[in-house]
């Protein structure tokens, strides 16, 4: 039987600061509920598919939350009732060395944060991993005291990929033997080739984060593992000039792998009237990068504004 649904609904999860979430991308807050993780006890894995079976059941019957419904992750699928997980993202925390003033973690100061460790989580669920994907958020994971295990657990029950989103301030050992190995693929969000922008932007040194780049690609022989992401920042970096300037930063360095994205702040404040400007800007930043011959990702609100503006 085919119905609308998520294709991220029935075999992801999502370890968020509150808990265990359904959802892996926007967050939405007319979505499914989350499950509450308290201290370091392991979530029963047989609560949470019969959680995600019940909620599947719903859209089988024509229900689907508002938030999710107008997802640009929604699909028309079948049903699959086998319990397994293919797809896991961890952002618990949202420690951080970086002082973004447009950081999205904003959101954290109004919900109840209970820090919680990973690795009996990661236990409790690894009969249920299958062909599984590791997805890494922030805060900045290489912060975490718990990130060597957390990567030395995925090689060792070799997950097909792990994606991991830093600010690449610190360099990480593990990270570098991950990308030797072929199973990693960071993300680093520069999002200027202006160091002294960048340092207000970030409170970070943009050379030393240059440097710590050059050092991963070392590890990735084929250029295809290290991405770097442009976030579109309104009254910030929102001009063709200084994409223009990142993107021949990025050929400088011999990255192959570029994104681009909108702040997600400013997004979920204007979604469904988003300037004209911001729209013509992701195009043309796409654009650029494709006529470059690179390759070019749109992330999680620049792909909803896509899907916003194609429904």
Known sequence: MAYKSCEDSLHTIC???EGLRHCMYMIPENAPPVIPIFSNRPVDPEMVFDLKFE????????YLQSDCENCFRACVKDFDNEDYINKVLISHKIDCNAHCSFCYNKYAENI???PYKIMPQLEQFKPYFKNCEMHFGGGEPTMWDEFDDIVDFAIKERFKKIFIATNGSIYSEKLAQAIKMGMAEPVFTTDTADAELFAKMKGLDFNEVTENIKKYLECDEERIAVRNKYLIIPDVNDNEESIRKWVEYNEELGIKNLAIDIEAIFFNENRGQIDEKYKKLVLFAENLILEKGLKCDL??????????DNK
């Open 15 to 17: 370890f968020m600061p």
């Open 55 to 62: 909620i599947e059941e719903m859209r089988m019957d024509g």
């Open 112 to 114: 109840r944060y209970n």
């Open 299 to 308: 992330y999680s609100f620049a792909s909803q504004m896509k899907y916003d």
